[in-house]
Nanobody, 121 residues
Framework: QVQLVESGGGLAQPGGSLRLSCAAS????????MSWARQAPGKGLEWVSG????????YYADSVKGRFTISRDNAKNTLYLQMNSLKPEETALYYC??????????????WGQGTQVTVSS
């Protein structure tokens, strides 16, 4: 079965950095686009970034463009999100999500349990 396990969250100071990882199993990782999404307390799920199956194309929400970098290692079945210049309002539960074939990067059929990112001084 599809499993997505996020890690790398934690406490970061404003302006700091974190690198999230997502270990994927139960499907052919290299064949699917993947995304990161986040949910802040009391708010809805927000798409953050997506990457196509071969890693050649990456996309970002305007709010994170220039600060976050999505990448993947298909040999390791792992998705990453490098987050720099973090802001307190980016405190959220961050999810790794699998995108169904031929669907937009903000549509998901599976996602993990999430990893908590807290940005605070």
């Amino acid at each position: 079965q599809v499993q997505l396990v996020e890690s790398g969250g934690g406490l970061a100071q404003p302006g700091g950095s974190l690198r999230l990882s997502c270990a994927a199993s139960g499907f052919t990782f290299s064949s699917y686009a993947m995304s990161w999404a986040r949910q802040a307390p009391g708010k809805g799920l927000e798409w953050v970034s997506g990457i196509y199956s071969d890693g050649s194309d990456t996309y970002y929400a305007d709010s994170v463009k220039g600060r976050f970098t999505i990448s993947r290692d298909n040999a390791k079945n792992t998705l990453y999100l490098q987050m720099n210049s973090l802001k307190p309002e980016e405190t959220a539960l961050y999810y790794c999500a699998k995108v169904p074939p031929e669907r937009p990067l903000y549509e998901y059929d599976y996602w993990g349990q999430g990893t908590q990112v807290t940005v605070s001084s």
